[in-house]
Nanobody, 116 residues
């Protein structure tokens, strides 16, 4: 089993930066892909960014050029560096992993609030 714990969410002014962290523990060798999703009030959960074991990355169009996902080769940590934050980035951010089995797991979420 894999456990995920996120941290780093906060209240920040527009234009500011935050760095989210997700620590994975347990059977981390079973992890294939790590990523971040977000869910704003009244909206569906959406992909923000993800990274594979080969360090291939994917970003939502809305965050390209502003956010950077990174991780360690041991797949125990994944980070999301968020720059030039906008009020539209306000959401609960969830760490997600996809196991080699295809199963997806979620963290508990961390709140990011961007004030204008």
């Amino acid at each position: 089993q894999v456990q995920l714990v996120e941290s780093g969410g906060d209240l920040v002014q527009a234009g500011g930066s935050l760095r989210l962290s997700c620590a994975a523990s347990g059977s981390i060798s079973s992890i294939n892909v790590m990523g971040w999703y977000r869910q704003a009030p009244g909206k569906q959960r959406e992909l923000v960014a993800r990274i594979t074991g080969a360090s291939s990355t994917t970003y939502a169009d809305s965050v390209k050029g502003r956010f950077t996902i990174s991780g360690d080769n041991g797949k125990s940590m994944v980070y999301l560096q968020m720059n030039s934050l906008e009020p539209e980035d306000t959401a609960v951010y969830y760490c997600n992993v996809v196991l080699w089995s295809g199963r997806g797991l979620w963290g508990q979420g961390t709140q990011v609030t961007v004030s204008s």
